[in-house]
């Protein structure tokens, strides 16, 4: 029976979240196809990892390796390669992340299979591959027929799919790994964090968006306030950072990052579609937007037609309030 695969990605020794999103798409095209899902897990002492994946699929190929301690595409390339070769998938799926962005194409040229990268959603018909991909700076979605392949590499990217509770009790497959030799032409220094005071809006449980509603940079303690309330972070649209208000790594949208927070509060954001296709996936959205007509109330679980300099300061009391605290 054919395979898809889906590589589990991740970091400093947690799978990340993108994994479980491939995967569940994954299980939907499987059960469309009538193919069999199968993870794949590469590092060193990971195998831990393996009952969690072993829950979304249906196989678990598992292979543990000291060279494969830290992410290098060099020699994850090589595993992969292997796999691929043997298993013959009809579809690998991989993350479109630094990491997947650097594994990927030479992986593709390397097996000489089509890559399709940044993709938005995927089917099949007749084993044709079709995905659907944004042009344009996201103001388009296209279709597109993959060139008729025996297998085919994608990139999906990150919260593109939301990942649905595990319901499978896979079998867990331990396999040899093919690393004969140490990879010498790429090596692994260190892994950065970010430096301090900075924030990874795309790990973040509560954000706090913020658009060219909030008016003047002044008017920034107010919503940070907010945010510390909540426990959370700020975001932000485009104009902000055009601004120079916040960092470019707290935009959101199709130029910024796609975030899938358990709450997203979009204060003074119109909701331009740049801007919503970067957190339409949040769990809850709450919007606040003097305009009835503003888009992103298409896109809002809950909507406060109001002036956010009314809403945030009793929004802000009544949540320490029930915490008990004083604002």
Known sequence: ???????AEHRQGQ???IAFEMLTKGKELAEKTNMDLTAVLLGKDVKKHAKTLSEYAKKVLLIEDAKLENFNSEAYQKVLSNLIKEHKPLLTMIGHTSFGVDLAPSLAVDLNLPLATDCIDLE???EALIVTRQMYGGKVNVRAKVRKSKSYIVTVRQATFAA???TMNGEIIETPSPLSEEITEKRFIEYVLPPPGGVDITAADVLIGIGRGIKDENNMPMVEELAKAFGGVLACSRPIVDKGWLPSDRQVGTSGKTVKP???IALGISGAFQHVL??????LIIAVNKDPNAPIFSFADYGIVDDLFKVVPALKGKIYELKGQKA
């Open 1 to 7: 029976m054919k395979e898809i695969f889906v590589l």
């Open 15 to 17: 799978i990340r979240d």
């Open 124 to 126: 099949f018909e007749n």
């Open 164 to 166: 649905q509770k595990p």
């Open 262 to 264: 358990k709450v997203y």
């Open 278 to 283: 970067g957190m339409k996936n949040s769990d």
